[in-house]
């Protein structure tokens, strides 16, 4: 699939925030770190745009939206207090080193990192460890002790058939990608064999089901592109993490690719479908107060999403 001027432009223009140029340099057009414009990029990611706004918002201890002290704060309200801030800003590319990211992955750490504060202690849950865990190697702490008892507690929370669930069950279900997204971002060189056949089995689950296939028919918002993604899950998450892992080639991701690129508009351009929670089944509910987040407009064109599925079509070998 060629990518045209016009779309260039788009994503890289002065009008496009600077953690989508970055994205697109870097993961796209193959360009080094060192090379002027992604260095000019990534210098921007926390003082312009997107992440700057966030930043703002951060209140003097750390954290966001709330100014209570337990574990609870960090994580409540639904999707604006600190534990969904950092996984925004960490996708968006903030620099570990920036004094606000650092003070906030300090407060979030001291909270969570105990005996009891669920990061890969007794009561953790796979969707919250997954996504702080992928947060945290982000930025930088993959030699904490405590980011390493979470990624070996990921692998120890994989069912049989090679999947995960953050409910009580036997088996595995799509909905819950978070562990093999946070595997997704160690290098293959700090990956134990412990994380590596964890990695094997959690890729063969998802090849094998086609990304989609769980239950009587297909749930409909699993074929809607979304961002933030949270703890939920839709096609385009499914073959950024399964691209990350190194399956762009595998053949049972034809199928799925084939859709993703199906939704592209004339132009070129992805939609960013609609913002979470975007649930269809009656027996789910979000049980705490939540606020819907989103960096960009629900069912208009979208420079996020269009840069994350350029992403995967790269890896792909696709583009």
């Given at each position: 699939m060629p990518l045209g001027r016009p779309l260039m432009r788009w994503l890289l223009g002065e009008g496009a925030d600077p953690s989508v140029r970055y994205r697109v340099l870097r993961d796209v057009l193959d360009r080094p770190d060192s090379d002027a414009r992604v260095a000019a990029a990534r210098a921007q990611i926390g003082r312009v745009g997107w992440a700057r706004a966030i930043l703002d918002q951060q209140l003097p201890?750390?954290?966001w939206d709330t100014p209570g002290t337990s574990p609870r704060d960090l994580y409540v309200p639904k999707y604006i207090a600190t534990?969904?801030?950092?996984?925004?800003?960490s996708d968006l590319g903030a620099p570990a080193d920036?004094?606000?990211?650092?003070?906030?992955?300090?407060?979030?750490?001291?909270?969570?990192?105990?005996?009891?504060?669920?990061?890969?202690?007794r009561g953790s849950e796979v969707c919250f460890t997954?996504?702080?865990?992928?947060?945290?190697?982000?930025?930088?702490?993959?030699?904490?002790?405590?980011?390493?008892?979470?990624?070996?507690?990921?692998?120890?929370?994989?069912?049989?058939?090679?999947g995960w669930h953050c409910f009580p069950s036997r088996v595995g279900t799509l909905d819950c990608w978070e562990a093999l997204a946070a595997f997704?971002?160690?290098?293959?060189?700090?990956?134990?064999?412990?994380?590596?056949?964890?990695?094997?089995?959690g890729a063969d689950f998802y090849l094998s089901r086609g990304l989609l296939r769980e239950g009587r028919g297909l749930y409909r918002p699993w074929l809607r592109l979304h961002y933030p993604v949270h703890y939920y899950?839709?096609?385009?998450?499914?073959?950024?993490?399964?691209?990350?892992?190194?399956?762009?080639?595998?053949?049972?991701?034809?199928?799925?690719?084939?859709?993703?690129?199906?939704?592209?508009?004339?132009?070129?351009i992805w939609t960013l479908d609609a913002h979470h929670?975007?649930?269809?089944?009656?027996?789910?509910?979000?049980?705490?107060?939540?606020y819907p987040f989103g960096l960009e407009p629900a069912g208009r064109p979208s420079r996020w999403i269009t840069a994350t599925v350029l992403r995967v079509l790269h890896r792909a070998r696709r583009l």
């Open positions: 201890a750390g954290q534990n969904w801030r950092l996984l925004v800003l920036d004094r606000r990211v650092r003070r906030a992955v300090d407060l979030f750490l001291r909270r969570f990192g105990g005996p009891a504060g669920g990061l890969g202690t997954g996504n702080a865990a992928r947060m945290l190697a982000r930025f930088g702490r993959m030699d904490d002790r405590r980011v390493h008892r979470a990624f070996d507690w990921l692998v120890r929370a994989q069912k049989p058939d090679g997704a971002v160690l290098p293959p060189a700090r990956r134990s064999p412990a994380v590596a056949r964890a990695v094997e089995r899950y839709d096609l385009l998450v499914g073959l950024d993490t399964l691209t990350a892992l190194g399956y762009g080639d595998d053949r049972r991701l034809r199928a799925p690719l084939d859709r993703l690129v199906s939704m592209r508009r004339s132009d070129g929670p975007d649930c269809e089944d009656p027996n789910y509910s979000v049980r705490s107060p939540f």
